[in-house]
């Protein structure tokens, strides 16, 4: 198994993302560390993951709080002998936020996501790498999507919030490399099979005037593969990242997005 015996903490772990990436940890051997703001939903993918032979462990943790983000990830740390692997998946309601163009946007719903998603990510990164730069060794993967580069219209203040994201993946690796720790990227499209993205394409169609089905093709076609991710594709992504086989890679970022950007 490609990951056994690590400790992986995974924010926002009660999402679609964040559940995905927690099973695939598990399946590998890695103990998981769920976290989010809900314990309903992180309750249920430990329990799934320990009814097949992992092991998982729930907390209410909310990542735009700095001490608790601290005073847990010290918790996973002192208890298990370190921290190996950190994911962030957090996420935000998206209505108000995407499917509105900028020209009508209030300020507070165009600073939302940048606040919350940068803010989030440097907290978490910010404590793993404290963490991984004692004991030489870790992984720390980011989240972001497709409009961090595209020229998508609609999408408010998610595509400066997930390009700072990838700024901030680039300005980590570069500090914590000669420690030995790795920070990497990853970038999805849009994943239909999640409720998140059912309201995000739903919002994008509102405002272009066509249908939720005719907006999901149009997505899918501008793709090199004719087909937009999925969570098996985003969990696979994210065991090669923080896998040994990914070894020499840092400081960039995991097109995952089916070929609708290329790089």
């Known amino acids: 198994m490609r990951l056994d015996n690590k400790n992986a903490i995974i924010y926002g772990a009660g999402g679609a993302i964040g559940g995905a990436v927690a099973r695939a940890f598990a399946r590998e051997g890695a103990r998981v560390f769920l976290t989010g703001r809900d314990l309903g939903p992180l309750e249920a993918v430990a329990k799934e993951i320990s009814a097949e032979g992992g092991f998982a462990e729930a907390a209410h943790v909310d990542a735009l709080d700095a001490a608790a983000v601290r005073e847990h990830a010290d918790g996973v740390a002192s208890r298990h002998g370190g921290i190996d692997i950190s994911f962030n998946a957090m996420g935000l309601p ?134 937009l991710p999925t969570l098996a594709d985003v969990a696979g992504g994210a065991v090669f990242l923080a896998s040994a086989d990914a070894a020499a890679m840092t400081g960039t970022v995991a097109n995952l997005s089916g070929g609708s950007l290329v790089d």
């Open 94 to 227: 998206q209505a108000g936020i995407q499917g509105t163009a900028l020209a009508d946007l209030e300020l507070d719903r165009f600073q939302a996501p940048i606040h919350a998603y940068l803010t989030s990510h440097f907290l978490t990164a910010q404590v793993a790498g404290r963490h991984m730069t004692r004991q030489g060794s870790g992984v720390i993967i980011t989240l972001t999507a497709a409009p961090s580069r595209a020229a998508a219209p609609f999408v408010g203040g998610m595509a400066p919030a997930w390009a700072g994201v990838e700024a901030l993946t680039r300005v980590l690796a570069a500090e914590l490399g000669p420690q030995g720790v790795r920070v990497v990227c990853l970038r999805p499209d849009g994943i239909p099979e999640t409720a998140t993205i059912d309201v995000v394409f739903g919002l994008h169609a509102q405002a272009l005037g066509i249908t939720r089905a005719e907006f999901t093709d149009a997505m899918r076609e501008r793709t090199l593969l004719k087909r």
